[in-house]
């Protein structure tokens, strides 16, 4: 990590996301709820889509990346360009020394993929950005933590992208950040495996046996205390009942539909892994009922909270080293 001056307040960078999406009035609402707390926040993005949206920025840094008028609900590929260039500031910020974290409003990957820009999502941008560490997506929500071994991918690509390897990486990250980021002390996490019922000893697959498995051996002999792998259609009621502090699952859908099923609304999408603290809504643009006053900004919220947790038990860490 980047040195950071020792601020009270934690500066948090917000982006807009897509202005033709929910984006902007869930920042806007942001901004309402957050005023009177003790924090430092600045907005990069269509600001003018977060004014018009009613919200307040008497009180906060703005950065205007805008290269197109657009309307609620009418996304436009031109606008793709600022779009990213938001994200890419307060990363960059963020790897300077100048945001302690940031929280991300939706994009569409539609939208920026029209213009020509070949990322299939915020992930993959800010790995880019920072240029080392490895990104691992979290969700984190009502007490439930779930990661992802592979992210966003067809589902027949994803036994071809599951290696031994790849799998201890990101226990190795999970592991870290836990402790780290989340003040966890000897996280334990339960690992799913991708057959149903496990592969029922070799049954419906053997990925859990020859992949999954050494994976697991390998993260326990370097101290991480991950155990599997499980049904993934039992695992996650066991984490919520209190027995693990996160799950790691194998797929986008395996870990999100439990995880969104339990919290929707409430979840927070954390990316782990890289030298900055990057948080997210846990829904999209939802462009049908933009403009439309029937967004809900908990996420937006919440992800700002956390991103304010986070850098404060970075900072506490940081202190006690």
């Known amino acids: 990590m980047s040195e950071r001056p020792r601020t009270p307040r934690p500066r948090i960078g917000i982006t807009v996301g897509d202005p ?30 977060v004014t018009r949206a009613g919200g307040s920025l008497a009180r906060v840094t703005a950065r205007e990346f805008a290269t197109a008028s657009v309307s609620p609900g009418r996304p436009d590929p031109a606008a793709a360009a600022g779009i990213v260039d938001a ?17 991300t409003a939706p994009l569409s990957k539609e939208v920026i993929g029209a213009a ?6 915020h992930t993959e941008l800010l790995e880019e950005v920072a240029g080392r560490g490895r990104a691992v997506m979290l969700l984190v929500g009502r007490g439930l933590r779930v990661a992802l071994a592979t992210i966003h991918c067809a589902l027949r690509e994803v036994p071809g992208r599951l290696t031994r390897d790849g799998i201890a990486g990101v226990l190795d990250v999970l592991h870290r950040d836990l402790e780290l980021r989340f003040r966890i002390r000897a996280p334990r996490i339960g690992v799913c495996g991708l057959n149903p019922h496990a592969g029922e000893g070799g049954r419906f697959g053997d990925e859990e046996a020859r992949i999954i498995a050494p994976a697991l051996a390998d993260a326990r002999a370097a101290g991480i205390d991950a155990r599997g792998p499980f049904a993934g259609d039992s695992l996650f009621h066991r984490a919520v009942a209190g027995e693990f502090d996160a799950v790691l699952a194998m797929y986008h859908d395996q870990g999100l539909a439990p995880l969104k099923t339990h919290a929707f609304g409430q979840a927070v999408n954390v990316t782990l892994g890289l030298p900055l603290v990057r948080t997210s809504v846990d829904h999209g643009t939802a462009f049908d009922i933009a403009g439309k006053g029937k967004a809900d900004p908990s996420s937006m919220i919440e992800a700002v909270r956390l991103a304010v947790e986070i850098s404060r038990n970075e900072r506490a860490r940081e202190n006690e080293t």
């Not at 500031?89 to 945001?99: I, K, N, Q």
């Open 87 to 103: 994200v890419k500031a307060a990363a960059r910020d963020c790897l300077a020394g100048g945001l302690d974290a940031m929280a």
């Open 20 to 49: 033709a999406g929910i984006g902007p009035e869930v920042v806007a609402a942001a901004l309402r709820a957050l005023a009177g707390e003790d924090v430092d926040l600045r907005v990069y993005g269509d600001v003018g889509a």
């Open 116 to 121: 020509g820009f070949a990322y299939p999502g």
